[in-house]
């Protein structure tokens, strides 16, 4: 299970390799005069002249190919699978990277980001779904962890690198390296099982008996794998919840009685208008969508993006850019502590927490730019990075596979990346505009956003630690399509 789990994982370095990339080589990638030099290649250009509004667009370009791929997403994982969807996800980033270190103009670099776009769009939906269903109960939340872990340490070693290859023509190299980790991912998925859930959603049952016990190792797998068949055929609904399985025998009958008896009954995956016709799966979807906008929304990336103008007026510039990968290294620090915290404190508390520190954070922010205190600027940047990487950073996209059946999880993955993608998409654009207009007052935007995140997280959020993705389900299932509470369905039991 570990195994599998950090495998997938490599795709999300691939992710923060693509974001953290520009960071540091970005600057001698593109800022040098209109006239084109060829002083070490006669083919490729010492660097490639770009506007900074021009920069801009091709650095986030790499958001339209993840918006495009995440919403194609569901359908892939559904046809191909989860594991076939990994491995072959890694073909934009080989693609693109070729294309960027290659690149000879503004339109083939834009046209390299975007093809590594579509791998972070795909790969984004496809990782945290799979990490999701081949995990146990217990190990869910650390598993879960693992797809935010590798992007935070793609970003700080995107930067690490690009202070040695900062240079001409290292740069493309720089760009280029993101090859490495797709191709081994490649070479390794194979390995790797494909997700029992996603076996018995197709009517495999033999092959989902086996690909969990290569998970479990010695374990008996007959109980969990009843469980997963019983949430597939919805009987789990009608169960009470318990600490380890949902008891088939309640129904006095076998998971080899159910499944011989009605294979026809195992639901059909579910596509992205299905998700707003079926009561249940509309409000988990509502509540992811809220959870990924609120990522975005956040404005962690504008965050990062003024640290770098704050640093800049506090510092000189080679001391700034040592405090900023810095900053990426109280990322990755905070998200080892989320890692270990998960399972202990639960996704809920961590949620909150992070919402109520980004939301105080973008108020000192405010409060600091105004009143010019750098000081208080610099460690407001920090404090704002762990109080996202505490929460924020990983639990929306885990708590996507934990929330969604089976049956819609690559659907309900789907339209929550593509929120999320669409949100960055939208802060990319409007901060700097916001930022210009209101200065520093516009932080006080996010903390509104984070305040109103955090009252919605506390009413409608549920807590899914220490519980398996049947229970889960099953839970919303009683509440709302047949208006019970558990306990009332232990009484009757009894009775």
Known sequence: MVFCGIVS????????????????????????SPSIDYTHNSVLPDCIPMSTLLWGFAVSSYCLGGLVASLLAGTILNRIGR???????????????????LSTSPVMF????????????????????YNGEISTTRGRGTIGTLNQLFIVIGILSS???????ATVPMWRVSYALVILPALLQMVMMPFCVESPRYLISKN??????????????????????????????????????SSSTLDLSIKKVSTKEVVAESPQKFKQAYSIRDLFNDPVVFQITCIVMVLHATQQLSAVNGVMY?????????????????????????????????????????????????????????????????FQQQVVLVV?????????????????????SELAPTHAASSVGAVATSINWASNFVIGLLFPTLLAT?????????????????????????????????????????????GISNNDLKNEIVE
């Open 306 to 370: 003024y640290s770098t103008t704050i640093f800049d007026a506090a510092f000189d510039q080679q001391t700034s850019m040592y405090i900023a990968i810095a900053t990426s290294g109280v990322n990755l620090v905070v998200s080892l502590l989320s890692a270990f915290l998960i399972d202990h404190v639960g996704r809920r508390f961590l949620l909150i927490l992070a919402m109520v520190g980004g939301c105080v954070t973008g108020i000192t922010l405010a409060l600091g730019g105004y």
């Open 110 to 129: 834009v046209f390299g980001r975007i093809f590594c776009g579509l791998s972070c769009g795909l790969g984004s939906v496809a990782t945290p779904t």
């Open 204 to 241: 495999r049952i033999d092959e989902a008996k086996n690909a969990l016990q290569r998970l479990r190792g010695k374990c008996l797998v007959d109980g969990e794998l009843s469980d997963i068949i019983a949430g597939q055929l919805g009987v789990a609904a009608t169960l009470p919840e």
């Open 9 to 32: 994982s490599l795709g999300s370095f691939s992710l923060g390799w693509t974001i953290g990339s520009p960071n540091i080589v970005g600057r001698i990638t593109h800022d040098c």
């Open 438 to 482: 209101l200065h520093s007052f516009a932080f006080l935007i996010f903390s509104a956003i984070l305040l109103l995140a955090t009252i919605y997280t506390i009413v409608y959020v549920p807590e899914t630690k220490g519980r398996s993705l049947e229970e889960i389900n099953a839970s919303f299932e009683r509440r709302i399509r047949y």
């Open 159 to 165: 930067n690490l690198v690009g202070l040695v290859l």
């Open 380 to 400: 407001s940047v920090f404090l704002f990075v762990s109080s996202f990487a505490i929460g924020l950073g990983s639990i929306p996209w885990m708590i996507t």
């Open 83 to 101: 594991k076939k969807t990994i491995s072959l996800n890694n073909l934009g980033w080989l693609i693109g990277a070729v294309l960027i270190a």
